[in-house]
């Protein structure tokens, strides 16, 4: 729990509240400012973090990844990349090591789960100084114990509209649900998420009470400590993280290969083909559709932060990486 995540003075002093938060606190102490140490160069003492959002983008991201030649986590069990504690293949290696998997390189690591991180911890997979690692995880806090003051991470994420978002998760709750859902039942029921990307930035839970204050929190945190990345932005993002983190070829004669193989899959979803669920019929409702309105009325904040990281976005485009 942070409970000293909570401003004591009320929403007039939770600006300066955050930004000292921010500056002291040690926990994000462990991310480097996102204008800090530039231009980043792949070393022993940055690591690059990816908060993976579901249902943003991600499948696009680990395709990003394999036409860049990063290497992350693997997302889950995969034959010949297996992440529990025993021997790990044929070889006999325990503990963690690169793996070759669907045509890119992963590090045998679930760092998509809470016992995946502490397992990840404890073989020091950041200390480890894997070539071209990128960590990647959606849990945020959880995810930060992994770094220490001589290893830091550069935190970036690829964020989408949150009501697109939600409605992006009907199709599979239609289908589990016999298609006797419409999408109205649907936006008006607690299977829509609440406010979850502020709530992922601040360390709350869904059911736990969010104030004016946690809002000014997650904004600073992209503010100052994040490479905001957009879903309706995907080939300026693309090619805007390449750059950010240096990941082009050094050779020139790659670089327009790379660049294709990063607007093949800069496709926003649901429209994405590779996401299962593409409907040739998906429409987002308009705002003010009923629809519309019954998610955004549990999705306040992120509404909110969500405008907030367009500006991000836009401030972050004229800086010179």
């Known amino acids: 729990e942070m409970d000293e995540f909570e401003a004591p003075h009320g929403e007039p002093w939770a600006l300066p509240w955050a930004q000292e938060l921010i500056a002291s606190h040690e926990l994000y102490s462990k991310l480097i400012n996102v204008?800090?140490?530039?231009?980043?160069?792949?070393?022993?003492?940055?690591?690059?973090?990816?908060?993976?959002l579901t249902r943003s983008g991600g499948k696009a991201m680990e395709h990003w990844f394999r036409c860049l030649g990063?290497?992350?986590?693997?997302?889950?069990?995969?034959?010949?990349?297996?992440?529990?504690?025993?021997?790990?293949?044929?070889?006999?290696?325990t503990g963690l090591h690169p793996c070759h998997v669907k045509d890119r390189d992963w590090i045998n690591a679930d760092t998509?789960?809470?016992?995946?991180?502490?397992?990840?911890?404890?073989?020091?997979?950041?200390?480890?100084?894997?070539?071209?690692?990128?960590l990647q995880s959606p849990l945020f806090h959880d995810a930060m114990t992994l770094f220490d003051p001589?290893?830091?991470?550069?935190?970036?994420?690829?964020?989408?509209?949150?009501?697109?978002?939600?409605?992006?998760?009907f199709?599979?709750?239609?289908y589990k649900h016999g298609q006797n859902m419409t999408m109205l039942d649907y936006a008006e029921s607690d299977l829509v998420d609440s406010n979850y990307y502020t709530r992922k930035l601040v360390n709350k839970r869904e059911g736990e009470e969010l104030s004016p204050n946690h809002l000014v929190l997650a904004k600073e945190i992209l503010r100052k400590k994040t490479l905001v990345l957009l879903t309706s932005q995907m080939e300026e993002s693309a090619d805007r993280m390449a750059k950010y983190f240096g990941w082009y070829a050094k050779e020139e004669g790659l670089i327009p290969k790379q660049q294709e193989c990063l607007q093949r899959y800069a496709v926003e979803e649901p429209l994405n083909p590779l996401n299962p669920y593409t409907q040739k019929n998906f429409q987002t409702p308009q705002r003010g559709d009923p629809v519309w309105k019954a998610i955004a009325s549990r999705n306040l904040y992120d509404l909110e932060l969500y405008e907030f990281a367009q500006q991000v976005f836009q401030q972050q485009g004229v800086l010179s990486w």
């Open 112 to 134: 998509f789960t809470s016992s995946g991180i502490h397992r990840a911890k404890r073989y020091d997979i950041i200390g480890q100084h894997f070539d071209n690692f990128v």
């Open 150 to 169: 001589p290893h830091r991470g550069r935190l970036f994420v690829l964020i989408r509209d949150p009501v697109a978002r939600a409605i992006s998760k």
């Open 70 to 93: 990063r290497v992350t986590p693997v997302f889950k069990r995969t034959p010949g990349c297996n992440t529990d504690e025993e021997v790990e293949d044929g070889g006999g290696k």
């Open 35 to 52: 204008d800090e140490d530039l231009p980043f160069v792949d070393g022993k003492d940055q690591v690059p973090f990816y908060w993976y």
């Open 171 to 174: 199709y599979p709750e239609y």
